[in-house]
């Protein structure tokens, strides 16, 4: 499920400098995809669900490390633990 709601994307990208917004940019389309992914699982066998899965989380945590270095950079808080996801 999607971090932020519509109005906290907004403000999250209206105070981001440019390299950060678009790591955001990236994360909300990660996080589209991961919702969309849930969406067709049951039309998916569950071997081909998994690997996507698998691959999209990977694909989250190591964008969530360069949007928590690049908000530590610009003296901005790091993500919280409330960000995780389930599948």
């Known amino acids: 499920l999607a971090r932020l709601n519509a109005a906290e994307q907004k403000a999250e990208l209206a105070n981001a400098d440019a390299k950060l917004a678009d790591l955001l940019k990236r994360r909300q389309q990660l996080d589209a995809d ?9 039309q998916m066998n569950n071997a081909d669900y998994l690997a996507k899965f698998q691959q999209l989380v990977l694909q989250s945590a190591e964008l969530n490390e360069q949007i928590e270095a690049a908000q530590k950079a610009n003296g901005k808080p790091a993500a919280t633990a409330g960000d995780k996801r389930v599948p």
């Open 34 to 42: 991961l919702e969309e992914l849930q969406l067709r699982r049951s």
